[in-house]
Each structure stands twice: as C-alpha cells, then as structure tokens.
C-alpha cells in the first residue's frame, strides 16, 4: 500500500502538470466569464507571477520522484503523500473546470487547499529539499490563489466592489498565511510564495489602485517575520 502511493504521487504529479499541455493558454478567468466582467481586478496579481507553477510542477515531480526511489517505504513520508495525492488529483482537472466555470474553480481550489495543508503539516523533518520545501511553495501559492478566486468571483457576480472585493480577501490571505507559517515554524517556501504572490498583486495596481498596492506590500512585509522565522527553525 505504502509503495503503490508512494508511485501514485508521482502520476498525479505527471497528470497535475500534464493538464497545463491540454489548456496550454490559461492565463486567468476571462473578463467575460463573470455577469460582471472583471477587467483588470485588482485582486488579481500582476501576470508574471503565475510563472511560479514552472517551479512547483518541476519541484514537486522531482521531490515525489525522489522519494518514490528513496523513501517508498517510509511511513513519514505516507503521511504526508496521502493528502498531497489528493490535492493533485482535483489539481489535474482544475484547469478544464476553470476554463468553463469560475465558481466551480474557487471551489476546487479551496478543495486542493486544504488536504495540501494537512500534507505540509504531515511532511517529514527530513529530506527538507525532496518534501518540505516542495510542498510548502504548493501550499503557499494555493493560499494566496484560492483567496484570490473568492475575490474574483465576490466581485464579478456583485456581492462586493471590486475594491472591497480587494482588500477584504488580501486581508484573508494574509490572516490565512500569517496563521499557518506561524503555527507550522518550518517550511519558509510556504510563505516566500505567498510574499510572491502579494507583491505581485502589488504590482498590478501600483498605476491604479494604490491602496490596494499598499495593502499587498504591506501585507507582504508582514510575512518577512514568520517567514524569518521559519528559516531559522530550520536551520537550527
């Protein structure tokens, strides 16, 4: 059982990326997907900065691989690979659900959320670079992502502004990130991808929306300190 989930993680992490080659041109919800188009939302990061799922397909796959080879039997690493294929595995269809329906995809996102959580909190204190780090930038960016959709879709079906829309889930991904890297005191990746993701959400509205720019700036100082932190544990 351990060793067939142990190889399962490594297909799901084949099928997770391999969805990007089936909806090659994805580059955010289209305006027109929401009742009220969201042109430019200010929720939404500067584009550069979903180039980090370069990163995350080729790190997870190489950590799964590696631990496919070296640690198949390992009950630390079940733990954590558990939840992780679970989170895969409503990854591999979120691109063709997204690309069809925003509200389905804010839902699954959350949904590839919160069983990434449970891995990163189960990843084992060894093989940090193989584990840990991989599965902490995942979460991360998740993180950030899913608060993002919630504001996408608040604002684009009129339950809020597009500035309210902004700034109140901001503040959530940050009450979210702050939470989790302080309580896990580990996995610095976790909250670097989150710092990412909130500078480049300052970035997209620094000629616009200067509060909201503010906000993510700061917001993204905030998370020096438990990202700091989290550095230091691990050295130690």
């Excluded at 189960?122 to 960016?141: C, F």
């Excluded at 991808?193 to 200067?210: C, D, H, R, T």
Aim: glycine content about 8%; overall charge positive; charged content about 10%.
């Amino acid at each position: 059982m351990i060793q067939t989930v142990a190889y399962l993680a490594v297909i799901l992490c084949l099928t997770f990326a391999g969805s990007t080659l089936i909806i090659p041109e994805f580059g955010g919800f289209d305006a027109d997907q929401f009742p009220i188009p969201q042109e430019n939302p200010p929720v939404q990061p500067a584009g550069y900065a979903f180039a980090i799922w370069g990163l995350i397909y080729i790190w997870l796959l190489a950590g799964m691989g590696y631990g496919a080879l070296k640690r198949r039997n390992d009950a630390s690493w079940h733990a954590m690979r558990l939840p992780l294929c679970a989170s895969l595995a409503v990854g591999t269809i979120w691109l063709p659900v997204a690309v069809l329906s925003p509200v389905w995809a804010a839902i699954l996102i959350w949904a590839m959320l919160l069983p990434a959580l449970i891995a990163l909190f189960r990843a084992p204190l060894s093989d940090t670079a193989w584990a840990l780090a991989p599965v902490g930038l995942y979460a991360g960016w998740l993180s950030a992502a899913s608060c993002v959709a919630l504001g996408l879709v608040a604002a684009g079906y009129g339950y809020l502004n597009e500035d309210g829309a902004a700034f109140i889930f901001i503040f959530v991904a940050l009450v979210l990130a702050s939470a989790v890297q302080t309580q896990l005191k580990r996995a610095p990746t976790y909250g670097i991808a989150v710092i990412w993701a909130l500078i480049a959400i300052g970035v997209a509205n620094l000629n616009s929306k200067s509060t909201v720019a503010a906000l993510s700036v700061g917001g993204a100082l905030a998370m020096l300190r438990p990202v700091w932190h989290a550095w230091k544990a691990g050295r130690a």
